[in-house]
């Protein structure tokens, strides 16, 4: 049966672990509810905007498919003046209890370095840019402290919140990428079902043991889903060439690495 993209997209959102489970780092992790996913008909997700927004269509689909929850407002923004100062992702209802939660959403893709000493630190995106410590302080010193803004009384008002009454919560899911090799990491308190995939450095990748396999390079929305047979796969020699000029670009590429006997797996190739 053929799936839609956005279905697969919406699928593998699902299917991706929390980056915790309960309460870690003083934030409480929100506790994505089981759903019937074989039923479930996804709406058209724009591919054109950047991923993190389709990552919010997503979750607000899948919130709006739960029978627990209702989404009260999303993408709340709160001004100061001329002065935009931030934006509240979603203010949803428990259908059961009554309680309004305030929720922040996150959808990361962090490769773990264990050549750095603090475990906090160890977790970065492919190109050193968006640091996982970074992302913790925005969320506590930011994202959170928006909702108690005189700012945004009056809208709170008219949704009938009370700010004091809500309950904070991310809902922080990620694919974890360990180096290329077989020495175990520790990642705790984190997830380990998060680990998805490996990373590699370019000129480790550039070298007779990847020879072997075939590879395809799949677009960024497609970083979300499960590795599929059913894409062109191309050498090693040819891929090489593809991720030499991301190199140059200071751009690392997820590779989908096929073995020989049909087995796939995620990888990053980083360029420092």
């Known amino acids: 049966m053929f799936v839609t993209m956005d279905k697969q997209l919406c699928f593998g959102f699902y299917n991706t672990f929390p980056l915790w489970i309960n309460e870690q780092f003083g934030i409480q992790q929100f506790e994505f509810p089981n759903l019937p996913m074989s039923n479930f008909k996804p709406k058209p997700i724009n ?13 607000e689909q899948l919130i709006s ?34 309680q309004i939660y305030h929720v922040e959403l996150a959808y990361k893709f962090y490769i773990v370095n264990p050549e750095i000493s603090e475990p906090i630190h160890r977790l970065m995106g492919p190109n050193k840019k968006d640091m996982f410590f970074t992302k913790l302080d925005k969320l506590k010193e930011k994202q959170f402290p928006l909702l108690y803004a005189a700012e945004l009384k009056d809208k709170l008002q008219k949704l009938q919140v009370n700010p004091e009454a809500v309950k904070q919560q991310v809902c922080f899911k990620t694919q974890l990428f360990a180096p290329y090799s077989d020495a175990p990491i520790s ?11 490996k990373w590699i450095r370019f000129d480790d990748f550039n070298s007779e043991a990847f020879k072997t396999f075939e590879y395809y390079m799949p677009f960024k929305r497609e970083w979300v889903i499960a590795p599929s047979l059913n ?29 020989p006997d049909g087995t796939i797996e995620k990888l990053f190739v980083v360029w420092w």
């Open 231 to 259: 894409r062109a796969y191309a050498t090693h020699y040819a891929t090489l060439l593809e991720i030499n000029l991301r190199m140059l670009k200071e751009n690392a590429p997820m590779l989908w690495l096929k073995k």
């Open 47 to 59: 591919d054109r905007l950047r991923l993190g927004h389709q990552m919010e269509y997503v979750f």
């Open 65 to 98: 498919y739960s029978k627990h929850w209702k989404i009260i407002a999303k993408n709340v923004l709160v001004d100061e003046g001329k002065n935009r100062i931030g934006e509240i992702d979603f203010i949803i209802r428990n259908r059961t209890t009554a």
């Open 187 to 197: 990642i705790r308190p984190l997830n380990k079902n998060c680990i998805q995939g």
